[in-house]
């Protein structure tokens, strides 16, 4: 019997660190069983302002946010890939994730969902490892171009309606799970975790929901 396809919402903002630690543990998981991962956006600060607003100054944004830095690399697999030095070395200031949102999402409208899945976890790494300036559009374009987009096409669709419109479905959808911070998953439109799970936990917990739905399907 072929298993039912969980369904795992993966709510994420590209300047996150914990999210960088998650997305290659999806990848295993997604992998190993019947998983259709959904990448939904949801950017904490949109623009510099916002910033200044959650953290009292923009110098003080990077600090703090360096510091985040230090407890992801703790726990992450490959340390070395977060290079705290760098960042805090680069000459602009901590950017937002809400312009990599809207490529992800116009990249997602042009090739699907793995397509967003490949634009973010590369511009994760350009942002936490390589420390590019992932709120300059030149940026953006040529990791876009590296998979493929030409600008022209991009342009076409980044900057449309619809684009904007489903970075915002993603935050309401959020909301409407009651989330505040990310990542978070949602499983299957029930089961929310908002928490970066290591490995053998994220496993764990979709293991036993396949075999819980498995259960189901034969009763």
């Known amino acids: 019997m072929r298993l039912a396809v969980t369904t795992i919402e993966f709510f994420h903002d590209a300047v996150c ?119 300059d559009v030149k940026v953006l374009n040529d990791i876009a171009k590296a998979h493929g987009f030409t600008y022209p096409e991009l342009l076409a669709t980044l900057y449309s309606p619809e684009v904007k419109k489903a970075v915002m479905h993603d935050k309401l959808r959020a909301e409407n799970f009651g989330i505040r911070t990310i990542p978070s998953l949602v499983i299957d439109g029930t089961k929310v975790v908002s928490q970066t799970l290591s490995l053998d936990q994220l496993e764990q917990l979709i293991a036993t929901h396949v075999e819980r739905q498995h259960v189901e399907e034969e009763s």
């Open 17 to 135: 660190g914990w999210c960088y630690l998650l997305s290659p543990r999806l990848r295993k998981i997604a992998a190993k069983y019947p998983v259709k991962v959904v990448h939904r956006a949801f950017v904490l600060q949109s623009n510099q302002l916002e910033m200044i607003a959650r953290f009292g100054s923009l110098a003080q944004a990077k600090r703090e946010i360096l510091q985040h830095w230090e407890q992801c690399q703790r726990y992450a697999e490959h340390p070395e890939l977060i290079n705290i030095e760098r960042m805090r070395a680069a000459p602009f200031n901590y950017p937002t994730g809400y312009l990599a949102a809207l490529y992800a999402k116009a990249i997602e409208k042009l090739g699907g969902q793995q397509a967003h899945w490949d634009f973010f976890d590369v511009v994760q790494r350009a942002h936490l490892y390589e420390a590019r300036n992932i709120a």
